[in-house]
């Protein structure tokens, strides 16, 4: 039966805000003009049902005609202008086909077999071009990844194909350059590893099948084995432990009474009230988001939401977060390296992925941020977390046990994402586009949802003993991680998949999301799928944990992959592997000469600094992340009069009714890393805390997460690298805070084919997570009244403004950066909380990007209130108002309050005062330097995004 | 006596737990009810003194905003439905569960399978999330007894909550006061202006009921504000109990006296 096809478009005169949208992006984005009009329409197609049933859709379920109009196999009415129909790509799936095909079986529409669902564009005016429309359907439209434009009606809309037959790979009898040439592009092992891995075949008297080499790849690939955090380091000619052993002793060490699990699960465990756990996870997914930012950020959130729904027996998720660093939008198309994506694409696409997630499964995004450098503009850093609510008597990892059965839950298995894992740890190039493009998929954020409710219900009765994500890896990661200890038998041939043709490596190594495994004793079975049937959850029992600690997979009668885990899981030669890092001097710069103050344009400077995209307002990327869902913000990432002036952390009271909260902050600073990782990283980390703690959070009761996101560890980025490593282990010392999860990503090198290298500046982000005992003790940052005394708490060298905005906006970097004193700071940390817990605390900012006078605009701004400061004495204004020292904090007291009396030995310092003059009044040595409006400060802070996003 | 709340879910419910809280909070014995189970027959409808349809994004607001749900509700429940509005039973809808009740043709008019009103994409095509104004309008709604004309602070959270209907129904609706909530600014009047209007609804149109006052749908979270510390602004000092729980507890009073 022929296709049915039903166009769907809004009455003429009604508003069409996508194609609105469009039209502004065609002028804004691409500078385009001569559009008239651009129209949009949906676009559905139905196999297997006739005309009248196509009808019977259009009237019941696809148009609404208090609104719109609609077609059955032919055009819309009026569709004069050019028209261009984008659909995905075959075999990428598109979320909104199984709700068609739900909703025909609920009309009691019989019949039909696939659905489909695109989107068409008409554009009129003269600028629709040929040549415009094609540079239209490049640059906005398509994403060649995992879309296409649709030229003629397709044949059938099935997918199907025979399935692969097993293949052997004959490496017994290569030779090194053989391995390697196996290697390249597809395992991304190096020699020693294709050596091991040829070494035990041989022994085993058998060549391996394309699954085992792909099993053993995406087990030892530096994404699943994090190899260079493993490996024996010998830095600048001295051997030291490695990275992640260092990161691990100094948590043991500090043995913090709240931690219930570190490192060993999906998330980092920590104990909260009433009998609960909390728990949190941060992930990257930078090379995802490069090739195909709006799936590649989806499937970003959705694993990590899957990693918490994959602690202990199962975590109910409370927050979503989202860290990016990008090149600036204004970045000129030339300067984009080869097979990489401008910037403004890519935040606006990687934000609408978050957000669609993230809105759709209910989970508030609420804590987040921007940073951009020009080195970002290859490879972006996407960072996405979640934290997760458990009962403490489930919180620790489970084990399976044999006998238990492997049940996967969720999402049908396809071709997605074949080699996420290899992919996502090898260098980028410009053939990364082309090789790797099955390595990205779309979302499906509702199959999760709906597996989430599912997983919690099971949970809720005990019936788990394990659970994991299907993450990097799929079946294989999953299953062979769950049954290392045990040993798995896999039948493949049960696995649900989205359409036929699958290899049977293909099913074991596919990374389709939305899947997880459970370990279920066998009494437990029935009832597990029972309650997934009441959540239209599928449940296949695809495995059974046994005891002979093997990885035995079959498909029907082949035997598909039969592997020793000692061998798979701890065969992996250990890297040793060398670093080499000349620290530089931090050395005064000795630029801030007394100038001549009087003489500057202070309001230019202070608008400059406002609009750096450092420092800039975020609210456009805010706003369309459902921050509020869940009900439990009790400090949101946006407050004040007019709500919109940030906070500095999220606040959730994630037990509806109960007054206890969890708090939420992270801290990261690439351009620091650039001077010098050490004092870089420790910026990180002390920003993180500081950010927590400025809301009223015990220092005493945070926990931490790192994320390294580094370019490809040569020597000396390797050596960079180490020195992050010591400054999170002295952090963790000094401070008693523990790390207890974290992730390295350490491919962010780009090589063009001229041999151009790009690497960015080294991102660890630091993310920091805790407990309040009472929300109600706890402040914002916006200014509460006129007449307050505004107070400096913290300790800072003024000389230090290495890596500033400041700095960039003069145009260079510096060697002088803030040298964080690990002694002075617990002490600081400490003070802030007791005050705020002392309810002396009218509000509290701290101290990062754009210093001291970004962080009081922004509390004027969400007062309405001025203030009048007074530089300190012994700094230049320049030092006073642009310093970015970490662990500083600026503090509104009451006018009566004694500043001696709340902080005590703490270094701090009266600054100013609140008024109702609604301006930034600076005095230096007695004279009024400026005073500079809230308005005019407000709208420089807010244009740059408000540009990008169009609001 | 507690009256009995069903808060329906199905897939991609999202906001069903903190509307049970808001209803349990306001004093109902609250029941979460998977759609499944109505269909199967395990549950019933008319088990229940108030129905509640969360926010969320029900199968995954494809086509239409809640229009599967809706499809799914008249095509297989229409007689409980039917049953449960004409026993006077209070029905909530609330952002995703507004669109649903649009989309079954419960709200405007209390016919199922008519739909004369819709929600479209906002004006600025995009999903927001904000804590607007809202003016509570003199109608018969039950839910918003003792509120009228009162102003109140309470959370947007959609891309598709655009008002819209032809004249005839606009003019219908607004003449038998049936329009319960309007967007305002902070003057307290109805505006159409961004972003105090959020979305461009017609006549600023955040909130409807049907004729009798019953059946209620609005685009805002009510139930996201039932606590004081979920304001926003609740450092700055916020007057009174929070505004959105006496949408609740005038849906349990009133079903309580049934």
Request: proline share 5%; hydrophobic share 40%.
């Amino acid at each position: 039966m022929a296709i049915q096809e039903v166009r769907v478009t809004n009455k003429p005169g009604l508003p069409d805000p996508a194609g609105n949208g469009l039209l502004y992006d065609l002028h804004h984005a691409l500078g385009l003009d001569g559009f008239e009009k651009v129209s949009t329409a949906k676009v559905y197609r139905f196999e297997g049902i006739d005309e009248g049933q196509a009808r019977l859709l259009a009237e019941r379920l696809l148009a609404e005609d208090v609104f719109q109009i609609y077609s059955i196999n032919g055009p819309l009415p009026d569709n004069t202008g050019v028209l261009v129909e984008v659909a995905y790509k075959p075999g990428v799936m598109n979320p909104e086909a199984a709700s068609l095909i739900k909703a025909a079986l609920d009309l009691g529409i019989e019949g039909l077999l696939a659905a489909e669902s695109s989107r068409e564009y008409t554009f009129r005016g003269p600028g629709a071009t040929a040549e415009n429309i094609a540079l239209i359907v490049d640059k906005l439209l398509v994403n060649a990844t995992v879309e296409r434009v649709v030229i003629a009606k397709p044949e059938t809309l099935i997918i199907k194909g025979s399935i692969g037959s097993i293949k052997t790979i004959p490496i017994n009898q290569m030779n090194d350059q053989q391995l390697m040439e196996l290697s390249r592009d597809k395992l991304f092992l190096n020699l020693e590893e294709m050596r091991a891995v040829r070494k035990y075949f041989l022994d085993t008297g058998r060549e391996p099948t394309d699954c085992e080499i792909e099993t053993i790849a995406q087990t030892w690939s530096e994404h699943c084995g994090h190899k260079t955090f493993r490996a024996t380091l010998v830095v600048n000619g001295k051997e030291k432990e490695p990275m992640l052993a260092r990161l691990k002793k100094a948590t043991e060490d500090v043995n913090h009474p709240l931690v219930l699990s570190a490192f060993v699960d999906n998330s980092g465990v920590m104990e909260f009230y009433r009998g609960q756990a909390i728990c949190g996870k941060v992930e990257t997914h930078n090379s995802p988001s490069a090739i195909e930012p709006y799936g590649g950020a989806m499937t970003g959130s959705g694993g990590v939401f899957r990693d918490i729904m994959g602690t202990g027996a199962g975590a109910r998720v409370i927050a979503s977060t989202d860290m990016f660093c990008f090149a600036p939008p204004e970045t000129l198309a030339e300067n984009i390296p080869a097979g990489c994506l401008h910037p403004h694409y890519l935040l606006r696409q990687v934000v609408a992925g978050v957000k669609d997630y993230g809105n759709r499964m209910g989970i508030p995004t609420n804590n987040g941020s921007v940073h951009f450098h020009k080195d970002f503009r290859a490879k972006p850093s996407i960072i996405v977390g979640a934290y997760g609510i458990l009962p403490v008597e489930s919180c620790r990892k489970g084990q399976a046990r044999p006998g238990d059965l492997g049940v996967v839950l969720g999402g049908r298995t396809g071709r997605d994402g074949i080699h996420g894992a290899t992919f996502s740890s090898g260098e980028m190039t410009h053939r990364t586009v082309d090789v790797n493009s099955s390595a990205v998929q779309i979302g499906n954020a509702i199959e999760e949802k709906r597996m989430s409710d599912a997983l919690l219900a099971a949970s809720a009765e005990g019936l788990i003993r394990a659970v994991t994500d299907c993450g990097a890896g799929g079946f294989s990661s999953a299953l062979g991680e769950m049954g290392e200890n045990t040993g798995v038998r896999a039948w493949l041939e049960r696995a649900p998949l989205k359409y036929s043709g699958l290899s049977t490596w293909e099913i074991w190594l596919s990374e389709s999301q939305e899947r997880m495994v459970l370990a279920v004793a066998p009494e437990n079975l029935e009832r597990l799928l029972e309650i997934c049937r009441g959540y239209n959850v599928e449940a296949t029992v695809l495995a059974e944990f046994t005891a002979d600690r093997r990885l035995r997979v079959t498909h029907g009668d082949d035997i598909v992959c039969d592997l020793d885990m000692e061998f798979l899981h701890n065969g992996l030669p250990k890297r040793r592997m060398t670093a080499r890092w000349e620290r530089k001097p931090v050395c005064p710069d000795g630029v801030e000469k007394e100038s001549n103050s009087l003489a500057i344009d202070w309001l230019n400077i202070y608008k400059s600094i406002m609009s750096h995209l450092n420092v800039c307002s975020k609210e456009p990327i805010i706003r369309v992340y459902d921050h509020g869902v869940q009900g439990s913000c009790a400090l949101p990432p946006l407050g004040g009069e007019g709500g919109d002036a940030p906070n500095d952390a999220v606040i959730l009271t994630p037990l509806p009714g109960e007054a206890c909260g969890v708090v939420i902050s992270h801290g990261l600073n690439p351009v620091l890393n650039n001077i010098d990782p050490y004092y870089g990283s420790l910026w990180a980390a002390a920003e993180a805390v500081s950010n927590a703690v400025a809301t009223g959070a015990n220092p005493e009761e945070l926990c931490l997460i790192d994320n390294f996101i580094w370019p490809f560890p040569d020597e000396e980025s390797l050596g960079a690298l180490d020195l992050a490593v010591d400054a999170c282990v002295d952090f963790v010392r000094a401070t008693g805070m523990p790390f207890i999860s974290g992730k390295d990503s350490l491919s962010s090198t780009y090589r063009g084919t001229d041999g151009a290298v790009l690497k960015i500046p080294p991102v660890l982000c630091v993310s920091a997570f805790g407990r309040v005992p009472d929300v109600n003790l706890t402040v914002s940052a916006d200014f509460k009244k006129q007449g307050s005394k505004i107070v400096l708490v913290g300790k800072r060298n003024p000389s230090e403004m290495a890596g500033s905005t400041y700095y960039d906006w003069l145009g260079r970097e510096g060697g002088n950066l803030p040298c964080l004193d690990l002694a002075t700071l617990p002490l600081v940390l400490k003070a802030v909380h007791r005050a705020v817990r002392r309810g002396l605390v009218l509000a509290c900012h701290d101290i990062s990007e754009g210093g001291l006078a970004a962080a009081v605009a922004e509390m004027c701004f969400g007062g309405r209130l001025g203030a009048a400061l007074n530089v300190v004495p012994g700094e230049s204004p320049e030092q006073f108002l642009f310093n970015e020292t970490v662990g500083c904090f600026v503090v509104e007291i009451d006018a009566g309050a004694d500043g001696a009396e709340i902080f005590g030995v703490v270094p701090w310092v009266e600054i100013g005062t609140t008024v109702p003059e609604q301006q930034v009044a600076v005095y230096y040595k007695d004279q009024q330097l400026f005073g500079a409006e809230l308005v005019e400060l407000k709208d420089a802070w807010q244009k740059p995004m408000k540009e990008v996003f169009g609001a | 006596m507690k009256p009995p709340v069903c808060v329906l879910r199905t897939d991609g419910t999202n906001c069903d737990e903190e509307t049970f809280y808001a209803f349990a909070k306001a004093g109902g014995d609250c029941r979460m009810v998977h759609v499944n189970q109505l269909r199967s027959g395990e549950e019933k409808l008319s088990s229940y003194h108030i129905l509640a349809l969360p926010g969320g994004f029900s199968y995954g607001d494809d086509v239409h905003s809640g229009k599967v749900l809706a499809v799914e509700l008249t095509s297989l429940l229409k007689e409980q439905l039917q049953e449960f509005v004409e026993a006077g039973k209070p029905v909530l809808g609330i952002c995703n569960g507004f669109q649903v009740l649009v989309r079954t043709g419960l709200l405007p008019e209390r016919k199922i399978g008519t739909i004369n009103t819709t929600l479209m994409h906002n004006d600025s095509g995009k999903f927001e999330c904000r804590w607007v104004n809202l003016l509570v309008e003199d109608s018969p709604c039950i839910f918003t007894r003792g509120m009228t004309e009162k102003t109140i602070s309470i959370q947007v959270a959609h891309g598709e909550g655009r008002f819209y209907t032809d004249p005839e129904t606009l003019n219908r609706i607004e003449s038998s006061r049936q329009v319960v909530f309007r967007y305002c600014d902070a003057g307290g009047k109805a505006t159409a202006l961004y972003p105090a209007n959020p979305n461009g609804s017609l006549n600023a149109i955040a909130g409807i009921c049907d004729e009798t006052g019953l059946v209620m749908g609005l685009m805002p979270h009510p139930e996201r504000f039932v606590e004081k510390t979920q304001h926003p602004n609740w450092r700055r000092g916020i007057e009174g109990d929070p505004h959105g729980l006496a949408v609740f507890q005038n849906a349990v009073s009133y079903a309580r006296e049934m």
